[in-house]
């Protein structure tokens, strides 16, 4: 799965990347990691309004749930969907079958190997993008509180290819990354659920991706780890002979 992005670039650079403008770039602030837990507020761009970027806060609200409540407790297990079951699971059928995609910008995300009790992280990237967009759902949920139309949005994941098989061996699986082409059809075209599903269940080439171990300080809950030092690599004796983990 995929909880732990980044982000780090400047307004300006997302608005050239996507042609499209924020509302008020000042909302936005690079981001070296997000935790998914924490539901923060993502520039999106929709198929709805590919013009725009939106602040989007990650974790799915569908727009049948019927109080704030069970909005707080449905978007802890919205924050991904799995590409193969978006037009069959409840929970994302209706933004899907009403073509409600949006792409989700990164610079990064973050994975977790697993060796017996201990967990490594890495950080990986694609290197033929400094930008890449991962496949995601939106949708827009009337607070019945409030009457304020909520969006949110839910991360897209598919099968591991080889590498992240690798480094995400406990769940093999990875995000939706999107090549030009897929990302242009996602946020343009009108698909078919068909042409959808193929799109999403797609692997990104391990040959344009990057990998690398970092600091544990990333999961750190006395020192900050929304900053540049959790992007810094970090070596571990367990690691040294897994060539697999690193491209």
Same mark, same amino acid.
């Given at each position: 799965m995929c909880y732990h992005k980044s982000l780090n670039v400047k307004a300006s650079e997302l608005e050239e990347r996507y042609n499209a403008a924020f509302p008020d770039s000042g909302d936005f602030q690079p981001v070296y990691h997000a935790n998914a837990y924490t539901f923060p507020a993502w520039p999106i761009v929709t198929h709805q309004e590919p013009n725009k970027l939106q602040m989007i806060r990650w974790g799915l609200i569908p727009n049948w749930t019927?109080?704030?409540?069970?909005?707080?407790?449905?978007?802890?297990?919205?924050?991904?969907?799995?590409a193969e079951t978006i037009y069959e699971k409840p929970s994302f059928r209706g933004a899907a079958q009403s073509g409600k995609r949006c792409v989700i910008p990164v610079t990064g995300f973050y994975e977790w190997h697993t060796i017996g009790s201990k967990k490594f992280p890495f950080y990986i990237s694609a290197t033929d993008q400094k930008i890449t967009s991962i496949a995601g759902l939106w949708d827009e949920w009337p607070d019945p509180e409030t009457g304020e139309l909520v969006k949110t949005y839910t991360l897209l994941t598919?099968?591991?290819? %080889?590498? !992240?098989?690798?480094?995400?061996? &406990? #769940?093999?699986?990875?995000?939706?990354l999107l090549s030009a082409k897929a990302e242009k059809a996602w946020l343009h075209d009108n698909l078919s659920e068909k042409d959808a599903l193929?799109?999403?269940?797609?692997?990104?080439?391990? %040959?344009? !991706?990057?990998?690398?171990?970092? &600091? #544990?300080?990333?999961?750190?809950?006395?020192?900050?780890?929304?900053?540049?030092?959790?992007?810094?690599?970090?070596?571990?004796?367990?690691?040294?002979k897994k060539s697999e983990l690193f491209a």
């Open positions: 019927k109080s704030q409540d069970a909005a707080d407790e449905i978007r802890t297990r919205t924050i991904n969907a799995r598919t099968d591991a290819n %080889s590498l !992240l098989a690798a480094i995400h061996n &406990s #769940k093999k699986r990875m995000p939706c193929a799109l999403v269940n797609h692997q990104y080439p391990v %040959s344009k !991706l990057h990998s690398y171990s970092i &600091s #544990k300080r990333i999961t750190s809950r006395t020192e900050p780890n929304d900053v540049a030092d959790v992007l810094k690599p970090s070596e571990y004796p367990e690691l040294s």
